[in-house]
């Protein structure tokens, strides 16, 4: 008998999503307390050979400098973001999916035992363009943003109209789609900003790994990680990572002279979603072959 090795929840039939919808693509809901509207982004993703990553950083050089925040350090720095998702995991699905309209709702921090401060993040999607809220929060009580009732208690935070929206934002998002912990997904990202253009933003991430985490934790412990971008995951036999480009609807001639030259094509890679699928299949091995996790 042939027995799937297929993760259980990938075997789930398709459903359609809720009913409740994303807000429509208009400054009214996208916009902040003083009436502008909030800055739309587009983030192209490309899985690039560890062997070529070096040409590519110094072809970078000449137009792109170091980000300040990395100041001081090897010009690297580690991310720990917990995804939400409901119980169907509905969000995982619409990015697997390719759904146009989707968004993420995660909580961020930074530095290798998730020291850093801790910023709430809502991240939504309309086809290439995207708009991301986010807010830093106390790091000793951040969970209150996700608790029910929670909001009366993040009142003591004392944070400005504009951050406040953003937490009612979240915490609404969490409400109204009975969003859980998922998943903690670590990476380390060496992060560039242009030089002529501010807004650009050049990221090459690798270590991608991630624990399952069901709990309210922003999980420190790297041992306990499993990884997530090892060649198989691209498709690939030599290992990889993701170069991702962030920029204000105009991508850069000279980046597109660039891309060409090394002959980069866009890819898509969420790390939540390749985090999961990699979590499910060291379930379902352990569960159908009771052999040890796959590492």
Known sequence: MVRSVLPSFVQWPQFKLPALALPQFDPPVLGEPNGKPKQIRCEYKYHISEFVAPAIATALQPYCDSDPFVAGSDGRYTITSLYLDTPRRDLYWATELQRQVRFKVRVRTYGTASEGPVFLEVKRRWGDAQVKS???????????????????????????????????????????????????????????????????RVTFDRGIRAFSCPDLELHAQDRDYLPVDYPHSFDSYDPRLVLEVKFNLQFPVWLRDLTTRFDLRREAFAKYCGSLRRIQADLERIRTDGRAPLW
């Open 134 to 200: 986010r807010v830093q929060v106390p790091r000793e009580n951040w969970q209150w943003a996700l608790e029910p009732g929670g909001l009366v208690k993040c009142r003591s935070w004392g944070l400005s109209a504009k951050k406040w929206q953003i937490v009612e934002e979240f915490s609404a998002l969490v409400a109204g789609w009975n969003l859980e912990p998922v998943v903690c997904v670590r990476y380390d990202r060496v992060p560039l900003v242009g030089r002529l253009e501010p807004e650009l």
